[in-house]
T-cell receptor, first 116, second 110 residues
Framework: NAGVMQNPRHLVRRRGQEARLRCSPMKGHSHVYWYRQLPEEGLKFMVYLQKENIIDESGMPKERFSAEFPKEGPSILRIQQVVRGDSAAYFC??????????????FGSGTRLTVV | GEDVEQSLFLSVREGDSSVINCTYTDSSSTYLYWYKQEPGAGLQLLTYIFSNMDMKQDQRLTVLLNKKDKHLSLRIADTQTGDSAIYFCAEKANAGKSTFGDGTTLTVKP
């Protein structure tokens, strides 16, 4: 069981470029969550997705950020026209269900985005 | 909205007990969690407690929940240097996202 796979582990982008972060959830998990961790700060919720649906995007910035979780393939977090303030660690987590039950998250190792 | 607060730092000596505290605001929280993050890694789920419980023990870990005061604590007995990490408290209502605290950095001195 490979767990939650995120790639790339490290990503360097110049200001104005696009960043694409990928997340494959744990086998059997259909719920994906993206969190951002800024230096010296905690985890901030960004978006929660199920296959082909965005369930809660209340933490996503209104512009430049988008997320998808297609029927086939990994979940993608896309940041257009990156700025230095986007530099952070982006973590993906998955769970088998978001409903009843104690389902804690299984986290990936994160993608560390550096904007230069 | 939901809010989860933790003290930022804790330092203990090897062999002592560590107690990490957390407060939360959402009275509809159904599950409360403790996660551990080691340097350069993702978060690892350590333990959880259901909101109708007041204590849970799992080997060296003891979780205490005071639902009235919305206070959660994690006690690590016989703390080892390998326990040095950032510990996150998190809450979740029945469905939807978890809200995390900012993490407590635990330093264990030999």
């Amino acid at each position: 069981n490979a767990g939650v796979m995120q790639n790339p582990r490290h990503l360097v982008r110049r200001r104005g470029q696009e960043a694409r972060l990928r997340c494959s959830p744990m086998k059997g998990h259909s719920h994906v969550y993206w969190y951002r961790q800024l230096p010296e700060e905690g985890l901030k919720f960004m978006v929660y997705l199920q296959k082909e649906n965005i369930i809660d995007e209340s933490g996503m910035p209104k512009e430049r950020f988008s997320a998808e979780f297609p029927k086939e393939g990994p979940s993608i977090l896309r940041i257009q026209q990156v700025v230095r303030g986007d530099s952070a660690a982006y973590f993906c987590a998955s769970s088998p269900s978001a409903g009843q039950g104690n389902y804690g998250y299984t986290f990936g190792s994160g993608t560390r985005l550096t904007v230069v | 909205g939901e809010d989860v607060e933790q003290s930022l730092f804790l330092s203990v000596r090897e062999g002592d007990s560590s107690v990490i505290n957390c407060t939360y605001t959402d009275s509809s929280s159904t599950y409360l969690y403790w996660y551990k993050q080691e340097p350069g890694a993702g978060l690892q789920l350590l333990t959880y407690i259901f909101s109708n419980m007041d204590m849970k023990q799992d080997q060296r870990l003891t979780v205490l929940l005071n639902k009235k005061d919305k206070h959660l604590s994690l006690r690590i007995a016989d703390t080892q240097t390998g326990d040095s990490a950032i510990y996150f408290c998190a809450e979740k209502a029945n469905a939807g996202k978890s809200t995390f605290g900012d993490g407590t950095t635990l330093t264990v001195k030999p």
